[in-house]
């Protein structure tokens, strides 16, 4: 059995705007049905496979258990983060909790790699898996297709198209242009995915000899870990003085019993927008998605995120251009790595932008403006069966509330009624209200608000299911 | 007095996606408050200037009116072209409607010019206008500021910065780049603006000398025009018989009387992307509207007309970015002139973009399409003060309209009742209902439409102030 510890806690922002500080990337979907996450989580399920540990943030709890509800794969454990401490805390952190059983194989896996061939990948962690249970540490190392300046390289002995697990020589950081050519021409390189796979028994002893330092108080946090509504959150204050250091500073640059087994697949990090292209690009090195017409371009990206959305490109050469309803990034293609720098702008400009989206993901569903007027406003708000939100009001505004699907349970004041589809229900300015689904599927509702603030701050929660008034 | 002919009848694509075939460029604001068609008219108004005779089609009789009444300018009259015939029959046919006074002079102009110094532009009609009366055809010309190739000449005897009246030696086909510079050296050619000053007798004089085929059936087609709701429309059978031909070709390029008025404003046809870029333009070539942000960018135009659509441009150069909520246009600079040829190709894949918005403007008022759910759809619909929509039924589909700004009269039935602000009724499926706005201010309402079927034609016109039943 191996036990899937999936790293779901980053917020990159270098594929802005589709990947945001409230959502990123690693819950959008590149094209595909699933998003990265539910497509890792899935990649790792199956025969052999245990239930995932996931380690993810306060900010994003809610869309893991969303995502993993909705591919139908019950997590082990949502471990919840008080704060990022790196790599390597995380993936100690979930290995003590798995320690009463040393020989279980765990497979650490970040959540935003792309991976299409799914078999092949199960092949290599099926050929890995030999090694673990023998003691090693497995890294998994990807053949590399071109030159790429922006991964770390795994040096082999010998050539790289054995696909058999054998020793690593070192690791080798980012390399420049010219080194990495030479390295690509020898055939002894392999990308370093940052996916290992071992006994739980074999990372605790590397941590207790390598990086001692950080066992005790994370040891600490999670013995006095908190189980919060199906989530584990480990204690704060020690988590808070744990050394922030990778997995592969900490560990992995430092073990002898490290071996590499070659993936010879296709494989991405997703790491900017040049790696979406690559990963997509046609013949003429255009990559689309979505609602997306390409005229006499070469060597670019077009991507329509928008829910009809038309982009248009028109002899374009070397230019990223991304549309969504609320921000549009054009770029040229060589400053893809900067596009950290567009999301630092847009936040000192207060744009919204910058960091969340319309949409906006709450623990009982999601909702998104659809028009914004002088005094009134329109939401579409969804909640999921079983949802529930506080029971509130609000000074400034009344709400009519229009069921396009589904059922709903709307209390106002004393009034409890159900609500059905093409039904309609008025909440008056200041009466304490509430909405749920207690039915068997999505409840979707059109919300107009009227009144002279329409904020999201005018809101006084009464009672709340989530721990949130 | 001058009596202003304003030709609003064009329908270009060089501006897709904000200029479209259902609402091209001259009733768009170009980063203005007005439209082009307004600011066009309000700098023809004031003063010794008389109301504007506007001849446009069908399509856009409504715009005309609702852009007119937006800015409190009554028209003289309003034709409603049949078909479009080019700019000779338009300005004859105007002509001929002022021929009971061939003393009057008539100022012919585009709707899609922009010339930010109105008081300039007067000046230099006042000048023509002495030639006018003397029986001359003026027509203006615009001082060179570069070499553009995209324009036609107006060849002088002398130097172009003496802005008196004199004779034209000749008209210049658009030139190539070499001798566009050729002629800016010499300082003695002009842009042909395309905008002509004379006595509506000189010009009719003109017309039965150099183009009479023209004149009877114009006449002919006028005689029977039919004035229906405040517009004129020429009868379309001997209109449909009128040679199409240019003013230029037609009169201008042949009369003797012509004389040049050089303006030494600013000017611009905004003919295409690149026109408003340059007319835009900061220091290093970058012209920017709406919520907008350039990063190391040159020489590009980055453009968005979305409410709270934020478009991000990094590191480009050369680049046209144009972002709509349901469109994105990304082009190089080099190709502006080619944005005709993404119109078509969205045509040839049946998509709304090529000819239509998401606004859909109606003799009453407009509406758009909030959201379009799987069996819902949410829009915004604005009725004018005294608006009326037709008295219709839906067989697919029941609505629900909340009033958010102003006071609907609505018809459900035999009831009729008015709803306020705040307030909400409901249309079920297969009720005859109308709604009106008989106050004295617009009308702002949220319809949610339910059913299995949403298209537009899902309906019966049972009566409609507008014949459009």
Redesign the interface.
């Known amino acids: 059995m191996i036990t899937p510890v999936i790293l779901a806690g980053g917020s990159g922002t270098r594929l802005w705007p589709l990947s945001r500080k409230s959502y990123p990337k690693q819950f959008a979907a590149f094209g595909g049905a699933q998003s990265l996450f539910q497509d890792t989580v899935t990649r790792l399920s199956g025969a052999g496979m245990g239930r995932p540990v996931v380690v993810t943030s306060e900010a994003f709890r809610f869309i893991v258990t969303e995502q993993l509800g909705e591919i139908g794969i019950p997590p082990e454990t949502v471990f919840v983060e008080p704060e990022g401490r790196d790599t390597a805390a995380a993936i100690l952190l979930a290995a003590l909790s798995l320690a009463d059983d040393p020989d279980r194989l765990m497979l650490v896996a970040p959540s935003d790699h792309a991976i299409p061939d799914a078999a092949a990948f199960r092949a290599a962690v099926d050929e890995g898996a030999v090694s673990a249970r023998e003691g090693r540490i497995v890294t998994f190392g990807i053949a590399p297709d071109r030159a790429e300046t922006g991964y770390g390289y795994l040096e082999l002995h010998d050539a790289a198209e054995d696909t058999r697990a054998r020793p690593l020589v070192r690791f080798v950081e980012k390399p420049d242009k010219a080194r990495a050519e030479e390295m690509l021409a020898t055939g002894r390189y392999l990308w370093n995915a940052g996916i290992f796979l071992m006994r739980v028994g074999t990372l605790l002893e590397a941590f207790a000899v390598h990086a001692p330092d950080l066992v005790e108080p994370v040891q600490a946090s999670l013995d006095k870990a908190r189980p919060d509504l199906g989530f584990l959150r480990p204690e704060a204050g020690a988590w808070g003085e744990v050394r922030k250091v990778s997995i592969d500073y900490a560990i992995m640059e430092k073990t002898k019993d490290l071996v590499v087994v070659p993936f010879p697949g296709k494989w991405t990090d997703l790491g900017d927008w040049e790696a979406v292209r690559i990963t997509h690009a046609d013949a003429d090195g255009v990559a689309g998605s979505g ?1 997306v ?1 390409a ?2 371009c070469r060597d670019s990206l ?1 991507w ?1 995120e ?12 070397n ?1 990223v ?1 991304v ?1 969504m ?8 293609r ?2 893809s790595q ?2 950290k ?2 999301v630092e ?2 936040r000192d ?1 207060e ?1 919204p ?1 910058a960091d969340t989206f ?1 949409r906006d993901h709450r623990p009982w569903g999601w909702f998104e403006s ?7 406003q ?1 939401k ?1 708000i969804f909640v999921h069966p079983g949802g529930r939100l506080s029971l509130q009001s609000h000074v400034h505004r ?1 709400e ?1 509330w ?1 069921v ?2 589904g059922s709903a349970e709307v209390t106002v004041g004393d009034d409890v009624r159900m609500v059905f ?2 039904q ?1 229900i ?1 909440v008056p300015q200041g009466a304490v209200h509430r909405l749920a689904n207690p039915g068997k599927v999505g409840l ?1 509702l ?1 919300e ?1 608000q ?1 009144g002279a603030y329409l904020g999201e701050d005018d809101i006084i929660r009464h009672e709340d299911v989530y721990s949130r008034s």
């Open positions: 609602d017409t005229i006499d077009l329509s928008g829910e009809g959305q038309a982009l248009v490109g028109l002899g374009l050469d230019i251009a549309a309803p609320d921000a549009v990034l054009v770029a040229d060589s400053r900067d596009v720098q567009v702008v847009l400009r744009a932008q319309t659809l028009a914004l007027g002088p005094r009134f329109v579409r009344a009519h229009i396009v699907e589809e093409n309609s008025y979707t059109i107009v009227t």
